[in-house]
């Protein structure tokens, strides 16, 4: 089922609520020759702040690398203080937007329900969602992790057909793995992400599970990058902290490859 030499990899640096602009410039500035090399082996994601997004797209140019949102609205337009639609991360170069990410569905009160109608909005806009799903501690102690991991999927993926859902990227994130230093071990991952792809070609067929890309988020650094991302079923790293120390966030660009 894996078929992992189908799927090119991919990393995607979640920069969250970090660096001003000037910062980012200098940040990607920096990365982009450090990964020169790898662009028709690995695909590389920066997702930056808001206000980041147009000034990070300019300084992308003629890089490999792929601008991400790190969040949007469902809807086009109206009255939503303080929101951003997928029509605008769209105008600005993005070609994926984050959905459903622990931080939004813990901190934020994200459901099922709102991260499938961002997720649709995101594939309105022709662009592509990077749909997170994870357990939290309890749900993992109680041995509940596969049964709430399927939920998430389902009700993300909820009205999508299988040419979408084969073009998607899904990031499973355990959320007691997030910032907190520990990570699934290899075969915990390993585990999931086979249920994951389990799961889709379930829903919409081998095919599409087969083209399916699948990241790992949580605490990803260099020196658990290559025993993770060599996994038959992880097709990638959805990177946190680590994506701010070009360093580091180049290290596990090349253990993907």
């Known amino acids: 089922m894996a078929v992992s030499s189908r799927r090119r990899k991919i990393v995607a640096g979640n920069w969250k609520m970090n660096k001003t602009v000037p910062e980012a410039l200098a940040l990607v500035r920096e990365l982009r020759g450090a990964v020169t090399s790898v662009g028709d082996v690995v695909e590389v994601v920066v997702a930056p702040t808001y206000l980041a997004l147009q000034a990070v797209h300019v300084a992308l140019e003629g890089a490999p690398l792929q601008l991400a949102a790190q969040n949007c609205h469902w809807e086009s337009s109206g009255a939503f203080t303080g929101e951003v639609s997928a029509p605008m991360l769209a105008e600005l170069g993005c070609a994926y937007v984050i959905v ?21 909005a995101v594939l309105a806009a022709k662009m592509t969602p990077i749909l997170c799903v994870g357990e ?28 979408d859902v084969a073009g998607f990227v899904l990031a499973y994130e355990p959320v007691w793995a997030i910032g907190t230093g520990r990570n699934a071990t290899s075969a915990q991952a390993q585990e999931v ?23 790992y988020g949580g605490s990803v650094k260099p020196d658990n990058a290559a025993e993770l991302l060599g996994q038959p079923d ?11 120390k070009v360093g580091d966030f180049a290290a596990i660009i090349q253990a993907a490859r």
Do not use: C, M, P, W
């Open 100 to 120: 459903g990410h622990s931080e939004r569905r813990q901190l934020f009160g994200e459901t099922d329900e709102t991260v499938n109608k961002k997720a649709k």
């Open 136 to 163: 939290t501690l309890a749900e993992r102690e109680a041995n509940r992790t596969l049964e709430v991991v399927e939920r998430q999927v389902r009700g993300g993926l909820e009205g999508f057909e299988a040419k």
């Open 193 to 215: 992400h086979a249920a994951i792809r389990a799961l889709v070609g379930r829903l919409y067929g081998e095919e599409t599970a087969a083209q399916v890309r699948i990241q």
């Open 234 to 244: 992880v097709d990638g790293a959805l990177v946190g902290g680590a994506s701010l």
